[in-house]
């Protein structure tokens, strides 16, 4: 077996809202199952990534989600290192790219519009079919708990863009909202490993008040198959192997992908998904070679 000397990048905390300790949990232990697996393992934080002037490793495992981070890592890529997840794919990730890379290669994804942060028009709003919109931030994921917010009317939801913009966030994803139960999956590409859940039922969410306008799960029968092989595609799509979501199931078994992260927490199934995770990467690295 090849054995690697490696380096991990770990997140910055700020990027963990609600799930610090769970991010620096699935990252320790994947870290660990790749020494097990022979591998030498050094890790830094993003803050210390950015001051390395040489990165000597060809190899990297990363959850970093600061731009220059990104940047920095995309630039190794174009270099010659593997990285793991790809820091074009962690870029995919980011809302609008996530939306237009989702739409675009057809998997089931709520009806949306981008649009600047300086919007005011109603048009959007009108295309909008159900009872009220998700306003999300577009140029990057969900740091604050405003960053998801659900806006009941458009007069509403134009202030919602009007605060965006004073935080000098540049475009949002305007969202219909989709009655149905919330599915939340972990898994890695091209793998065995997916585990999902309904995230309300075990008290796991970042912001516990989007219960109250999601409602309570009713637990619609669906095709767990369908959704697995649609998550997986996704992650194609996107560009990344280790990463999570989340789905609206509704009444008629139909479910539709809200969103798709690089590197969630795992926290409901660290120890087994670890090990999922270290290999994946290591396969990675492996072919790369």
Known sequence: ?????LLGVHRNKKFSPNHIGNDDAIFSLTAQALQRMGCTVSICCEDEFLQKETVEQR????MARQKEVVKKLQDLELAGKVIVNSGFGIEKCFRTNMTK??????????????VPTSYTGNDVFEQLPGKGFWIKRGDFHAIHKEDVTFAASADEAREILREYALRDIPDAVISEHL??????????RNTDFFYWFYPYANNHHKYADYENINGKSLYYPFDEDALRKAANASAEALDVHVYGGDAIVGKDGRFHIIDLNDWPSFAPCRQDAAESIAQAIFQQFTIAA
């Open 1 to 5: 077996m090849d054995t690697f000397e």
């Open 59 to 62: 190899f990297i495992f990363t």
């Open 101 to 114: 890379g989702l739409v675009e290669n057809g998997i089931p994804y709520p009806k949306s519009f981008i």
């Open 179 to 188: 009655m149905g139960d919330l599915v939340k999956f972990y898994a890695v």
